[in-house]
């Protein structure tokens, strides 16, 4: 029994210090190594599994050593590392994005529903049910192959404007909208396989609104998908650049395989012009739909500082391994409301 007992210390000790050691490491997530930027993403379960991990060890420690010094601090610098990235998305900080209030009809609202549906996915009602559902005035749909291009287009008659982009790779992407699309550029930022769109979109009252919407490729390599092996996956920096320039309120979203934890500005190069609806209410974290225990915010939803938020969801699983979002965004006419 005493040796099972050591044996199990040594295990305990063991993932602790691999714990410390890949917490304090993820601090370096914005270096050039794939692997570290991998580390970025389970902050969650490694704050959870920090804090357990203090608990069983110090029962441990009956005479404090140099090396239980080493493995308690190095947990303890983990913690307070993946705190600091995972404090932005608690009710502890402010929101980036106003809560809608007061509205009135000098403010002009619509919704969006945005999903990666998981090309291999080959159930199209639970997603179509929560579109008649829903009702959103913008559905964006990534993953889309022929197949569910073709499912899709049951709600053509409720959408009558939209943008198709197929391909059977995993980054197919489709848009539809209940509003006039005045002009949708097809971009490809990083990679010839994988699309983006810059959408111009006219709003029931007239305004007009640009209207992002990006798949990129996750810090990963694979076989037969595309990846940007070799290359730093700046997507999100050229697509910065251009809303630097913008004209008018500007709405970013897709799934942008990654983690933000807030920190918008280091993803796009932007400085204050895009704001993460997350902040300050919550992970609403959207993957993995398949594994309660390996879930982060990966679908999400960025507006510059014309846009307060009304509504924010996480929507039930359609058998994809992505939830779908759901967001209501009122635009502030601030001309009309000081009359």
Same mark, same amino acid.
Request: net charge positive; with cysteine; glycine share 4%.
């Given at each position: ?297 990966? $679908? #999400?939803?960025?507006?510059?500082? %014309? +846009?307060? /938020?009304? !509504?924010? *969801? ?6 994809? $391994? #992505?939830?779908?979002?759901?967001? %209501? +965004?009122? /635009?502030? !006419?601030? *001309?009309?409301?000081?009359?």
């Amino acid at each position: 029994m005493e040796k099972i007992k050591k044996i199990l210390v040594i295990i305990l000790y063991v993932f602790a210090f691999i714990l410390a050691v890949s917490s304090i490491l993820s601090f370096f997530r914005n270096a050039e190594i794939r692997y570290l930027k991998m580390l970025d993403f389970p902050r969650i379960q490694f704050f959870a599994l920090s804090f357990i991990v203090i608990l069983c060890l110090i029962p441990t420690f009956k005479k404090w050593q140099w090396h239980s010094y080493l493995l308690f601090i190095g947990l303890l610098i983990g913690l307070i590392i993946n705190s600091s990235f995972l404090i932005n998305y608690t009710s502890l900080v402010s929101v980036d994005v106003p809560t809608a209030k007061d509205l009135t009809t000098a403010n002009t609202q619509f919704s969006l529903l945005l999903s990666n549906v998981k090309m291999t996915n080959r159930k199209s009602q639970p997603l179509l049910e929560l579109i008649n559902l829903k009702k959103p005035d913008l559905v964006l749909a990534m993953e889309v192959d022929k197949w569910w291009d073709k499912e899709l287009k049951v709600i053509e008659n409720e959408y009558p404007y939209s943008q198709h982009t197929i391909n059977e790779v995993t980054y197919g992407m489709v848009l539809y909208s209940k509003f006039p699309l005045e002009k949708v550029e097809v971009a490809y930022l990083t990679n010839k396989k994988v699309p983006s769109f810059e959408s111009t979109i006219t709003l029931a009252d007239g305004n007009k609104i640009s209207f992002y919407s990006m798949h990129p490729v996750p810090p990963t390599h694979f076989k037969d998908l595309p990846d940007n092996a070799g290359q730093q996956e700046n997507a999100l920096k050229k697509l910065g650049k251009k809303i630097k320039g913008r004209k008018l309120p500007t709405i970013v979203a897709g799934d942008f395989n990654d983690v933000v934890w807030s920190y918008v500005d280091d993803l796009t190069g932007t400085k204050n012009i895009l704001y993460d609806v997350r902040v300050g209410r919550g992970f609403y974290n959207s993957f993995n739909a398949e594994n309660f225990f390996m879930r982060w915010p990966l $679908d #999400h939803v960025f507006v510059t500082k %014309e +846009f307060h /938020l009304k !509504n924010l *969801e996480r929507l039930p699983k359609i058998g994809s $391994d #992505h939830f779908p979002m759901y967001a %209501e +965004f009122v /635009l502030i !006419n601030k *001309e009309k409301d000081k009359h």
